[in-house]
């Protein structure tokens, strides 16, 4: 077993009643210290393969470890923290409700007032949840996922039905677990949430693997995108410079009065070396920028926008109907 990975899984597969492939042959490496991102749409079979990590769910067949553990193992189930549809006393306040997870996962109640502050809850920790806004409320559900002071942090869609401003906040939070030495597992359909957060990313639909890598690679090639005139000497221009040996320019394509201009890799000063190099050449320069491909093209490409169930992506459209309502709570 790879020491160094905090969770390992292998050829994990997940059926339902013997129709259902929640989870297809899904293998994940997630190494100590990261923050890893589990993309998709709903139904891709995200939060069945978070149940299978804490042992709330067997597989069908595969191999988990999660900190060189099976799932669901007491020593294992200690280190880690988890947040998904968690509940709580409506009458009681946030701080009261923490106190009772507390008991029952044998923590001591100072560490109450710590997760409070981690969470930025302490001003309001002794009003009732009744009255937490969404956004706190989903604070609270972090706040207690901490309480076991874990080394591995599950996530499971923590930003969602959130307003603009309460997803920022959930940002920062999980932000500041992650550079506190946390390695997190976040499970989002959020692509923006992902990309600012994660250093790698797996894509799944259809309970499998789609593509994984950094939001980078997943953008993938770099572009630099230039208006200048006159176009047809920009153009020129930029092949010229793509020609020459060192060069970190492929070539030129005219996209209406834009260049696209594919690039090898992405350089902080590359887009103002052409800018120069066009002014220089006594041309009009209005824009110059990098871009990558939007995360969301990426994904939408991936998923064929396909939606709902795991199961989605193999069965005919006639056979989804005649099942929709079987076990709606097991498929996420």
Not at 195 to 211: N, P, T, W
Not at 226 to 235: E, F, I, T, W
Not at 243 to 271: D, F, I
């Amino acid at each position: 077993m790879a020491a160094e990975l905090a969770i390992e899984v292998h050829q994990l597969v997940k059926r339902f009643g013997g129709r259902v492939t929640a989870v297809d042959r899904l293998d994940l490496s997630v190494p100590y210290g990261e923050t890893y991102g589990l993309l998709g749409p709903n139904g891709a079979g995200k939060t069945t393969t978070l149940r299978m990590l804490l042992g709330l769910v067997r597989p069908t067949t595969g191999m988990i470890r999660v900190l060189g553990l099976p799932p669901g193992e007491p020593a294992g189930l200690r280190r880690v923290g988890a947040m998904g549809e968690t509940a709580f006393y409506p009458f009681l306040s946030g701080r009261d409700n923490l106190r009772a997870a507390a008991r029952r996962c044998k923590v001591k109640d100072a560490r109450v007032d710590a997760v409070l502050d981690v969470a930025g809850l302490t001003a309001r920790a002794g009003d009732r949840v009744s009255a937490y806004s969404l956004g706190m409320t989903q604070r609270l559900a972090v706040a207690a996922a901490m309480l076991k002071d874990p080394e591995l942090l599950i996530l499971d869609e923590p930003s969602n039905g959130l307003d603009p401003i309460g997803q920022l906040e959930m940002r920062r939070l999980i932000r500041e677990l992650a550079d506190g030495g946390c390695t997190i597992l976040l499970s989002s359909h959020d692509m923006r949430e992902v990309e600012e957060l994660c250093g790698r990313v797996a894509v799944i639909g259809g309970g499998r693997m789609l593509s994984e890598g950094t939001p980078e690679q997943l953008r993938g090639q770099a572009r630099l995108w230039v208006r200048a005139k006159p176009a047809q000497q920009a153009a020129a221009l930029v092949a010229e410079l793509a020609s020459r040996n060192g060069a970190n320019l492929q070539g030129a394509e005219q996209a209406g009065e834009l260049l696209n201009v594919a690039m090898r890799e992405t350089g902080p000063g590359q887009a103002a070396a052409v800018n120069r190099q066009l002014v220089e050449a006594g041309l009009e320069v209005s824009e110059v920028r990098t871009a990558r491909r939007p995360l969301r093209d990426v994904f939408l490409e991936l998923t064929g926008g396909r939606s709902g169930g795991a199961d989605s992506l193999r069965q005919p459209a006639g056979r989804r109907r005649r099942r929709a309502g079987r076990a709606p709570d097991e498929v996420h």
